[in-house]
């Protein structure tokens, strides 16, 4: 806490309250409102929270005008360039970066976690055929819940710790296995021979009949997309693992509302949004008229994968893996397909345009991670699945910090009434 304050006058009254200004390592400080109700008979309204700090972390910074994004104090970019997921998760998870015994300890243990219960494996035949995998994700990690009794006292660190590395370590298989269950294959069991995102691809493209080779690059690719991913401070989804996790319900429970909530196309849908859209435009020679569309106020079309809440000069991670896009597609031989041609028109005519530049959308990460998945053969109904994996480290990450505050309090916002004053019961004869 800060010795500055504010005074607010309220000035009917001449009341007055003193807001302390908090102050954190970087970025902008925060007001104290905590005592206002109190102290003034009044509220603050903030509806979609644009201007209000519900916690203190030490996770993840960004400073949206400057495009910065830290992960414990890490760039982002170096962490793409020179780290792994699985090490970044580390870091994300406990503050630092691993020596190399405590690197192989942890990715021995996410390796060894990676297998379901088969009695897990069975729910997934209770789902249609067509459902959306993100629909069987949150259903699944929910019933994750169901599983592990004895290790969920959230009280005890050493619970919480098996808990998020469970949950990391079983994110790719029921992914995978969401998928298999929706092409009608048998799933794949995890392979511990392999990292992370090789084994991932494996399950998610071998079957039992063939021999299946990962392809180094598309592995290179997805661990870095995981990276780009991993967290994202207080975004929709885990604000919603915070909330959820703020009332002590069962860790997995909380993950499987943040799944619920990632799966907007405001948020993380808008990965295969954007591969809806670019389809829905279907032609280079389409371009304009679709940006006119999402520049019309009476039209509801907005053009995925652009605009963000927080990055308003650009998307740091939309610039790293703006040149993984063209590499991956160069190694797929796909640079002239004509989907990926459409994409990179729309790109260059919304950088250019007068409604785009003024209202600072640039294309952020989504724009260019669907593009790479659909390069790499990923199924379009997986690509926020595929962003659930990785967020699962920043969910976990939040979680476990939460649950360690010993001043966490269960999330309450409070309203601005607008419905009907009091009024009286009438009977169904007199209405
Ligand atoms: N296409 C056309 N116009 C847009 C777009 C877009 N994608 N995004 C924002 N605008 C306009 C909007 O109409 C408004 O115009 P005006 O000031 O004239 O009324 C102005 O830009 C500000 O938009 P906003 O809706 O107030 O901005 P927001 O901060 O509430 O929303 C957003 C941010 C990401 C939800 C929004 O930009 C959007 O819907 N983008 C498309 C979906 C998308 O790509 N989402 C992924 C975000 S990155 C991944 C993640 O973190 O989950």
Same mark, same amino acid.
């Given at each position: ?44 309204? !903030? ?10 972390? =030490? ?44 690197? !192989? ?24 055929? !067509? ?58 069991? /995890? ?41 994202? +401070? ?7 693992? =915070?909330?959820?996790?703020?009332? @002590?319900?069962? /860790? ?35 371009? /304009? ?25 650009? !998307? ?21 397909? $004509? ?18 530049? +003024? =209202? ?16 790499? @053969? ?28 010993? @001043?966490?309090?269960?999330?309450? $916002? ?18």
């Amino acid at each position: 806490m800060a010795n500055k304050a504010f005074t607010l006058t309220d000035p009917e009254s001449g009341r007055t309250s003193e807001l302390p200004v908090v102050e954190g390592t970087l970025g902008t400080p925060g007001l104290d409102i905590r005592k206002l109700n109190g102290e003034m008979d009044v509220f603050t309204y !903030d509806p979609a929270f644009t201007a209000t700090c519900s916690c203190e972390s =030490r996770i993840t910074y960004i400073d949206g005008a400057n495009g910065v994004l830290l992960y414990r104090g890490y760039p982002v970019d170096q962490l793409a360039e020179k780290s792994s997921f699985l090490e970044v998760a580390y870091l994300l998870l406990y503050g630092e970066l691993p020596d190399q015994g405590q690197l !192989d300890e942890f990715v021995n243990a996410i390796t060894r976690h990676t297998m379901l219960n088969e009695s897990l494996t069975k729910f997934f035949d209770g789902f249609h055929y !067509d459902a959306h995998p993100m629909a069987m994700l949150t259903g699944i990690v929910g019933s994750l819940s169901a599983f592990y009794h004895d290790t969920t006292d959230i009280r005890d660190p050493e619970h919480r710790e098996i808990f998020a590395r469970r949950m990391i370590a079983k994110m790719p298989t029921i992914a995978a296995a969401a998928y298999k269950h929706s092409v009608g294959q048998p799933k794949m069991y /995890p392979s511990n021979d392999l990292d992370y995102t090789s084994n991932f691809l494996r399950m998610l493209f071998a079957v039992p009949a063939e021999r299946y080779e990962v392809d180094p690059i598309a592995a290179k690719a997805l661990d870095v997309l995981f990276i780009l991913h991993a967290d994202h +401070e207080q975004n929709a989804s885990t604000s919603t693992v =915070r909330l959820a996790g703020s009332t @002590g319900c069962n /860790p997995y429970a909380a993950i499987a509302s943040g799944i619920a909530a990632l799966w907007g196309p405001a948020h993380g849908g808008a990965n295969e949004a954007v591969l809806t859209m670019l389809n829905q435009i279907g032609d280079v020679s389409q371009v /304009p008229k679709f940006i006119e569309k999402a520049k019309d106020k009476n039209d509801p079309f907005r053009l995925m994968g652009f605009g963000h809440r927080v990055y308003k000069n650009f !998307d740091p991670r939309a610039t790293i893996i703006r040149g993984y896009c063209h590499q991956v597609l160069e190694h797929m031989g796909m640079e002239n397909h $004509p989907l990926f041609e459409l994409a990179m028109e729309l790109e260059r005519i919304a950088l250019e345009d007068d409604y785009f530049k +003024e =209202r600072k959308l640039y294309p952020n990460v989504d724009f260019y991670s669907g593009i790479i998945y659909q390069a790499l @053969g990923i199924p379009v109904n997986m690509f926020t699945p595929m962003f659930a994996i990785a967020r699962t480290v920043g969910w976990a990450a939040h979680w476990c910090e939460m649950q360690n505050d010993p @001043g966490m309090r269960i999330g309450r $916002p409070r309203q601005i009434y607008t419905g009907s004053p009091k009024r009286d019961y009438a009977p169904i004869d007199k209405r």
